[in-house]
């Protein structure tokens, strides 16, 4: 069953499990997330479920977002996503989806925006330098990057310098090691992007 909820990316930590090993994990404050609205296919064509995250003031919201709000009676949300879960029609505007619908041992994919790594040139984005010797005065520089007389041209999406980070980066098949159900704390083990206090998607694996 397909399974999603938002969370805010805490830090890193370490535990050991129940034979004594150490592991690294993430952790991640997974909702409550609260359900503003239930989209269904007779009215929108597809069944997907929309959900807000973050509690903030009213002053922070725009007209139609706070009229969405008002309609579902909900209070006022930072983040809202939209999810095409199984069970759609089985939640209503107004519930809230927890930590606990992961258990220890599930797969899951974690989404998020990398960290900015600013203006990065041609050798951090991985082009060719040129030779470090024999007099040579382009070292740390792309030099050519065009082809032969055919094509003769340079591909388009070339990486060239330029802004690096700040995308949206998926980290596939990580194991949930642990669930904190009262404190709606999620342990995910190794890394994922993102800063802390990110926002970050928790669905499941699509290779489990």
């Known amino acids: 069953m397909k399974k999603a909820i938002l969370a805010t990316k805490v830090g890193m930590t370490q535990i050991f499990n129940e034979d004594g090993m150490l592991i690294p994990v993430t952790v991640l404050q997974a909702g409550p997330c609260v359900v503003t609205q239930v989209k269904t296919e007779e009215n929108d064509g597809y069944a997907s479920v929309q959900v807000g995250y973050g509690d903030i003031r009213e002053k922070l919201v725009n007209k139609p977002m706070k009229g969405q709000f008002d309609k579902a009676g909900v209070s006022y949300k930072r983040f809202v996503r ?12 107004g519930d809230e989806i927890k930590a606990d619908i992961f258990a220890a041992g599930d797969k899951v994919d974690v989404s ?18 040129g030779p470090m010797t024999h007099g040579s005065k382009s070292k ?9 007389s055919n094509p003769g041209r340079v591909f388009k999406g070339k990486v060239l310098p330029g802004h690096m980070g700040v995308q949206k980066v998926t980290v596939q098949n990580l194991e949930v090691v642990k669930i904190d159900a009262e404190q709606n704390l999620i342990l995910v083990k190794g890394a994922i992007p993102g800063n802390k206090g990110g926002l970050v998607t928790i669905r499941n694996s699509v290779k489990a």
């Open 140 to 148: 740390r520089v792309s030099g050519s990057m065009g082809m032969c």
């Open 82 to 93: 939209e999810f095409r879960l199984d069970d759609c029609e089985s939640l209503n505007v």
């Open 112 to 129: 998020g925006i990398s960290k900015g790594k600013g203006f990065a040139g041609p050798m951090k984005h991985g082009l060719h330098r």
